[in-house]
């Protein structure tokens, strides 16, 4: 079987979102394609997804003029003191040997992508919207709302179990379960579900939202996972993707998001989610060596979940390159999927 051309490759990916290079292990994905796969009346807007720039352009894509550089203070100006790099402790020299490990891999995987030379000029209109129609782009659904909901802070107020989301079905001929065209359903701690063969628009607190056909969600709190455990024993989950709220000084310090303490997560029932023929485990993990060490020794025993391998995402600007100097220490232009299998379940 003859291999795909370069043209070839180029055409799947502005279809699927994936571009898998030639006689290498590297992928490169786009979110947003990979996401409108799954919708029918409507498109993920790529404006709206990539809020942050992750180049040098304006939003008209123009490149920024260089600032000049500030003529030289004549005011004396006491120089600091350069600090003298500390040495390692065992724990960051384990993760630098981690890094090494790995790091002939992302360098392979880097240089696969700068020669990449038409994908990378496909990347220059990655956040633009002009292949949507106005129908596919039309509507605040789409579009990045000026005052979103936090659902995080939304879900721990009293009046949680008040709050309904309406979902309008009157776009899908095919999909009478519910006997009408609208229905208004509790949004915590409840199953949302569009079994239809089209997107739902559902809108809550005035904000609306699209729903993928064939899909559903739960939100809840952590603790009322179990109900996620299926009823039946010969039932459950192939797929457990799991990306934990992991402590983190910066969050913390920056008011990001809340975290919990690493041993909360050892409670998770991933046995009992897990479906009868098995279940792939795929889980987020910082740099952090501590944290490495805590899912090999403890969580993924603990989940009785058999490591697989890992998985690394580099993260590349507009023009191919690293966000960051791929060997800075704190500051690693990558994050790890940790993938483990979770063996078939009994039932009694």
């Known amino acids: 079987m003859n291999s795909p051309t370069t043209h070839e490759r180029l055409s799947r990916f502005l279809k699927s979102g994936i571009y898998r290079f030639e006689n290498s292990t590297a992928i490169f994905i786009d979110p947003v394609r990979v996401l409108n796969r799954f919708y029918t009346r409507f498109r993920v807007s790529p404006t709206a997804y990539y809020s942050r720039f992750f180049d040098d352009d304006d939003h008209n894509g123009n490149s920024k003029e260089e600032t000049p550089e500030a003529p030289p203070d004549s005011r004396k100006r006491k120089r600091k003191k350069e600090k003298k790099p500390r040495p390692l402790n065992e724990t960051e020299l384990i993760a630098q040997r981690r890094h090494q490990e790995v790091r002939p891999l992302l360098l392979k995987a880097h240089e696969t992508l700068l020669g990449a030379t038409e994908l990378l000029a496909a990347l220059k209109g990655l956040r ?3 292949h949507f129609t106005d129908e596919e782009c039309r509507g605040s659904a789409l579009k990045r709302e000026a005052n979103e909901l936090n659902f995080v802070e939304l879900g721990r ?3 949680s179990p ?5 979902l309008n079905f009157d776009q899908d001929q095919n999909f009478t ?8 359903v509790p949004v915590f701690n409840n199953f949302v579900v569009n079994n239809g063969d089209n997107d739902v628009e559902a809108e809550l607190l005035n904000r609306n939202y699209i729903i993928p056909r064939k899909s559903c969600f739960y939100m809840s709190d952590l603790k009322e996972i179990h109900n996620l455990v299926p009823v039946e024993c010969e039932s459950g989950f192939n797929l457990i993707l799991i990306d934990p709220p992991w402590e983190n000084s910066s969050a913390h310090q920056k008011l990001k998001y809340r975290t919990l303490p690493n041993r909360y997560f050892l409670s998770l029932p991933i046995e009992q989610l897990t479906h009868t023929s098995g279940a792939l485990v795929a889980l987020w993990v910082t740099n952090r060596e501590k944290l490495r060490r805590f899912v090999e020794n403890e969580l993924f025993p603990s989940w009785g979940v058999k490591y697989a391998a ?5 993260k590349v600007k507009a023009d191919g390159q690293l966000i960051s100097q791929l060997d800075l220490f704190h500051h690693r232009p990558y994050e790890c999927l940790v993938l483990g299998y979770s063996s078939q379940k009994t039932c009694c």
């Open 128 to 130: 633009s919207d002009g």
């Open 157 to 159: 107020v009293w009046q």
């Open 162 to 166: 008040l709050y309904e989301i309406s």
């Open 177 to 184: 379960q519910h006997g009408g065209d609208q229905i208004s």
């Open 310 to 314: 890992t998985f690394y995402w580099l």
